[in-house]
């Protein structure tokens, strides 16, 4: 997904300059398609750190068990892809929203 939205960025801005409506509307279907892609990995993610922290505070209360505590670590540790992933789609999303915004003459 990674490179599929960094090759679209690259097209969509080459694009801005000359670009008929039906390139808009092929870059609108597309931005629809990386929102869904984006709000799927919100919800993911979002599910992972309510996990991790329900498992963390399960933990304390149960005065540490090590099976728990491993769990919670391996959570942790995919935690932190899942957000930079998260990251990179937002701003990307943001890129082609600015490239539409561009396209149509609207400055902010």
Sequence with gaps: ?????????????????????????????????????????????IAVAVSLIAIALFIIALRCSLMLFILDMLLLILLVPYILHYYFLENGVQKLYAVYDRSKGIKF
């Design 1 to 45: 997904m990674k490179k599929y939205l960094m090759a679209f960025i690259s097209r969509a801005e080459s694009m801005e300059k000359n670009h008929t409506d039906e390139d808009m509307q092929e870059l609108l279907v597309h931005i629809r398609f990386f929102q869904h892609e984006r709000l799927v990995h919100l919800i993911v993610t």
